[in-house]
């Protein structure tokens, strides 16, 4: 049965977990996900396993699939929090602990995680404070026994046990108090254990195959003894003065109070997240500002109230609202990545209110915090968007003119580069306006720059293809870049449009007769050359693989009479004459 194999994959997974094989183990996690990946237990398991690798971002994402299979397994928030404990990000971790102790208040691993991205949140660099020693002297080991001593043994799946027996409770505390009893109490191996629990604890990844699920469903929460929950720092209250005392419970029920206040402002967020989805976004936003109040260091809360005013189309608000998140993240340390986010919908938001350089501003500021493709992609979009609406508000008719006359008085006083500019510009202001690009064609000719020239005379053509004058400016050119059999084609285009024009005329005339004069009077070596160069015409190659255009010239080449017959079709007139004025067909 695929379960039984599943789960004979998930055995074989542990076992190699608690042999240290960490690699074997994924591969046999991704093996029974590949066979039942509808079991929530298998992507937690691998996710304990990619963070014993090292993997955070792997375990990251396998502890979100687990959610997503199963919202009401206690330990998929243990591992997503421990995962983004990995990573640093301090608020999204202590965010996950807090969602899962909301329906888990007792669940020990979530009490001690919580506890252990607190405290490295407030010291990110480690620096240990050591326990008071009674006797003078350190103690190379006190450092063992500091503040982060009960979660490290709460997340470990042989001593957590230990911590629900009052006996052992009292020889740890004897243990931080004085580090100096360890070696009056190694005759207990669970002392022992303890010893090589915090010699070998690297932190939030520190599990054993004894640690993976084995349940397929939550397992029922057991009774939990009621103790005192460890804190961050031994409370040596028989030490204090009167005064010292009060200060310390103040601070204490400060403590509390701040904690209760991040509960109450993750439920609010939650609240605030349902109301969203259901599109009932004044409460949402209510909801988001009770979170905010509650707790005014995380910058999520507003980011998600930034995303209920875009949505209502209310940018000026969102983008305020923006700023003011990516202010608070930097002030408390929240993700690259999130301040990302945060100025990408800002982005979003001048897009909306088409102030693109406003839009490409926070894009760059958004890559500076974190580099993302999709954002990138937005970036060059908006840069896009901009040229072209700085193209169109460039434009106005009269400067056009403006500029067109003074290319005008440049081009008769043969200042050709000056001339050149001019109509530059003049086609800027205009750029569907086909004479201007037709006195740039005839400028640009003027510095022998033919390509450009005729680039500029095919777009006067499209945009008035009625335009005369452009088909003998083109055909002009055209003869200068040895292309008789287009020009010829140019000319006679210009004078089915009008059979007067002079300038056609003349055209045709003597692209005609250079066509005839080449072929009497050229050399073999000039012939070779004008034929190699009508050859590499994309217009060329297509007549000649025309497969009828191809008889017809295997007929004229066995019959010369034959081309009298073929001349006398227009179609295939018209393609002959083409083949003559390209030098690709020779005649006489």
């Keep these: 049965m695929p379960d039984n194999t599943a789960e004979e994959f998930k055995a074989q997974g542990n076992a190699a977990l608690g042999a240290g094989r960490i690699s074997e183990a994924i591969e046999h996690y991704s093996a029974a996900i590949r066979t039942d990946g509808a079991n929530h237990v298998y992507y937690s398991n691998r996710s304990a396993a990619y963070l014993k690798q090292g993997n955070a971002a792997k375990a990251l994402e396998d502890a979100d699939s687990c959610l997503g299979l199963n919202p009401g397994f206690a330990k998929g928030y243990s591992r997503r929090g421990a995962a983004l404990h990995a990573l640093k990000r301090y608020n999204d971790s202590v965010s996950a602990f807090e969602e899962g102790l909301l329906q888990f208040p007792s669940d020990a691993g979530l009490t001690a995680g919580l506890t252990s991205v607190k405290k490295e949140k407030e010291n990110p660099y480690g620096i240990n404070r050591p326990s008071a020693a009674p006797s003078g002297g350190s103690n190379p080991m006190a450092g063992l026994f500091?503040?982060?001593?009960?979660?490290?043994?709460?997340?470990d799946p042989k001593t957590r046990p230990y911590l629900n027996d009052p006996e052992f409770m009292t020889k740890i505390q004897t243990l931080q108090r004085d580090p100096n009893q360890l070696t009056t109490m190694l005759g207990d191996p669970r002392i022992m254990e303890v010893f090589q629990v915090m010699i070998g604890a690297s932190g939030m990844d520190m599990r054993s195959s004894e640690d993976m699920d084995t349940e397929d469903e939550p397992p029922v929460a057991t009774p939990v003894p009621t103790k005192k929950e460890p804190e961050p720092e031994p409370e040596p209250e028989e030490d204090m003065t009167p005064e010292e005392k009060e200060i310390y419970q103040e601070k204490k029920a400060q403590e509390k109070k701040i904690n209760e206040q991040k509960r109450a402002s993750v439920e609010a967020k939650v609240k605030g997240n349902e109301l969203y989805k259901a599109k009932q976004f004044e409460d949402a936003l209510a909801a988001y500002d009770e979170a905010i109040a509650l707790d005014p260091t995380n910058m999520t809360f507003l980011s998600n109230k930034a995303a209920v005013y875009f949505t209502t189309k209310q940018y000026d608000e969102c983008i305020a609202?923006?700023?003011?998140?990516?202010?608070?993240?930097?002030?408390?340390?929240?993700?690259?990545?999130?301040?990302?986010k945060a100025l990408t919908r800002s982005a979003k938001a001048h897009q909306k209110k088409k102030d693109l350089a406003g839009a490409i501003e926070m894009c760059q500021q958004a890559q500076l915090e974190s580099y993302d493709k999709a954002?990138?992609?937005?970036?060059?979009?908006?840069?896009?968007?901009?040229?072209?609406?700085?193209?169109?508000?460039?434009?106005?008719?009269?400067?056009?003119?403006?500029a067109k006359q003074r290319g005008n008085t440049h081009f008769r006083n043969k200042v050709w580069g000056d001339a050149v500019k001019e109509y530059e510009e003049a086609v800027k202001r205009a750029p569907k306006n086909a004479p201007i690009r037709n006195n740039l064609s005839a400028a640009l000719c003027k510095v022998m720059d033919f390509n450009g020239a005729k680039r500029e005379i095919e777009k006067a053509l499209d945009l008035d293809p009625k335009y005369v004058k452009a088909w003998a400016r083109k055909g002009d050119i055209e003869v200068l870049m040895k292309e008789n059999h287009k020009a010829m084609d140019s000319y006679r285009k210009g004078l089915e449009l009008d059979p007067t024009n002079a300038t056609c005329k003349e055209g045709l005339r003597k692209v005609t007769a250079m066509v005839n004069y080449g072929q009497a009077n050229m050399t073999e070596e000039e012939k070779k050359e004008r034929a190699e160069h009508g050859l590499a015409d994309p217009e060329i190659q297509a007549i000649l693989q025309d497969p009828v255009m191809r008889q017809v010239l295997n007929d004229m080449s066995e019959n010369p009479s034959a081309g009298q017959k073929a001349m006398s079709d227009p179609g295939m007139r018209a393609k002959l004459e083409k083949l003559i004025a390209a030098g690709v067909l020779q005649t006489g």
């Design 146 to 155: 500091g503040p982060d001593m009960m979660a490290k043994l709460a997340l």
């Design 321 to 340: 609202v923006c700023a003011q998140a990516v202010e608070v993240g930097k002030e408390n340390r929240a993700p690259f990545e999130d301040r990302a």
């Design 375 to 402: 954002t990138e992609r937005l970036l060059k979009t908006l840069e896009l968007e901009k040229r072209k609406s700085d193209n169109i508000a460039y434009q106005d008719d009269d400067l056009a003119e403006a």
